[in-house]
């Protein structure tokens, strides 16, 4: 390298040195951030649900079939205890798990879990939906194909209503009723053809606590509205208390549905 002019810089006398040390650091501060792009896809999943017996279950009869889904934040467990203070009760009660795993609770020792891929964009709804009506339906296949089953019903409490009611209206082949606890008629994906496939066989139960601080009351009489707007006979329940599922509105559901002993 030929010399020039210049004085060496700092007690090591390194020329030209300075400036394209300089310039490394400079380079990678100006650089421009790599792109990330978030892909939504299919999978093949594995749901688990509890399966709850009536007592003195006898495997030759035909029971009818209760699903219950959770709110969000909740568990196929939400609703053991509830279960075992209906002695009377004459069903299957089977009680799915969401998919989606929420991060922590400090307010539960368990895991909470989502029926719905919580994310802003519509389109990723539109697709996320459609997986969890489908694992309701197999749900229905799979506690068919391992006992005998009479009428079936969905039951959803808050988010878990959503899908309640999507399912039902969907598959009014599968299903002879949705009962709604505290939740929000998802008509985004409910279309009035729907509604009209569904309207000669599926019964609808709504029910909202009357102080809930969580979901108001006016979003199930909307959806109780809506529903009678489109010919249904809706049976409307409130009841004293929050957002809650009681006891005593468990029992007036298994009435319901013809699932509670004399």
Same mark, same amino acid.
């Given at each position: 390298?030929?010399?020039?002019?210049?004085?060496?810089?700092?007690?090591? %006398?390194?020329?030209?040195?300075?400036?394209?040390?300089?310039?490394?650091? *400079?380079?990678?501060?100006?650089?421009?951030?790599?792109?990330?792009?978030?892909?939504?896809?299919?999978?093949?999943?594995?749901?688990?649900? =509890?399966?709850?017996?009536?007592? %003195?279950?006898?495997?030759?009869?035909?029971?009818?079939?209760?699903?219950?889904?959770?709110?969000?934040?909740?568990?196929?467990?939400?609703?053991? !205890?509830?279960?075992?203070?209906?002695?009377?009760?004459?069903?299957?009660?089977?009680?799915?798990?969401?998919?989606?795993?929420?991060?922590?609770?400090?307010? =539960?020792? *368990?895991?909470?879990?989502?029926?719905?891929?919580?994310?802003?964009? =519509?389109?990723?709804?539109?697709?996320?939906?459609?997986?969890?009506?489908?694992?309701?339906?197999?749900?229905?296949?799979?506690?068919?194909?391992?006992?005998?089953?009479?009428?079936?019903? *969905?039951?959803?409490?808050?988010?878990?209503?959503?899908?309640?009611?999507?399912?039902?209206?969907?598959?009014?082949?599968?299903?002879?009723?949705?009962?709604?606890?505290?939740?929000?008629?998802?008509?985004?994906? *409910?279309?009035?053809?729907?509604?009209?496939?569904?309207?000669?066989?599926? !019964?609808?139960?709504?029910?909202?606590? !009357?102080?809930?601080?969580?979901?108001?009351?006016?979003?199930?009489?909307?959806? !109780?509205?809506?529903?009678?707007?489109?010919?249904?006979?809706?049976?409307?329940?409130?009841?004293?208390?929050?957002?809650?599922?009681?006891?005593?509105?468990?029992?007036?559901?298994?009435?319901?549905?013809?699932?509670?002993?004399?």
């Amino acid at each position: 390298m030929a010399e020039t002019n210049l004085k060496p810089y700092g007690k090591r %006398g390194v020329k030209f040195m300075l400036p394209i040390t300089i310039l490394l650091l *400079i380079l990678p501060l100006a650089a421009s951030k790599p792109v990330v792009n978030i892909h939504y896809y299919e999978i093949p999943h594995v749901m688990k649900c =509890r399966v709850h017996l009536p007592e %003195g279950y006898d495997p030759a009869k035909a029971y009818p079939l209760l699903i219950a889904l959770h709110g969000r934040g909740g568990g196929a467990q939400d609703f053991d !205890r509830l279960w075992e203070r209906q002695a009377k009760a004459q069903c299957l009660f089977v009680t799915p798990e969401g998919p989606y795993v929420l991060p922590f609770d400090q307010r =539960r020792d *368990i895991p909470g879990y989502s029926w719905y891929l919580l994310v802003n964009d =519509r389109n990723i709804w539109a697709m996320a939906d459609s997986l969890g009506v489908t694992a309701m339906t197999n749900t229905v296949a799979e506690i068919k194909a391992n006992y005998k089953v009479g009428p079936v019903y *969905i039951l959803g409490f808050s988010q878990g209503a959503s899908l309640a009611y999507h399912v039902a209206v969907l598959h009014p082949d599968i299903f002879a009723g949705v009962l709604a606890i505290a939740g929000i008629f998802p008509g985004e994906f *409910i279309s009035q053809e729907n509604l009209g496939k569904a309207l000669p066989t599926l !019964r609808i139960f709504i029910a909202h606590g !009357r102080s809930d601080p969580a979901l108001p009351m006016a979003e199930s009489e909307k959806s !109780r509205t809506l529903l009678e707007k489109a010919g249904f006979a809706v049976t409307f329940q409130t009841f004293k208390g929050g957002h809650t599922l009681p006891d005593d509105l468990f029992q007036k559901i298994l009435a319901w549905i013809g699932a509670l002993a004399a």
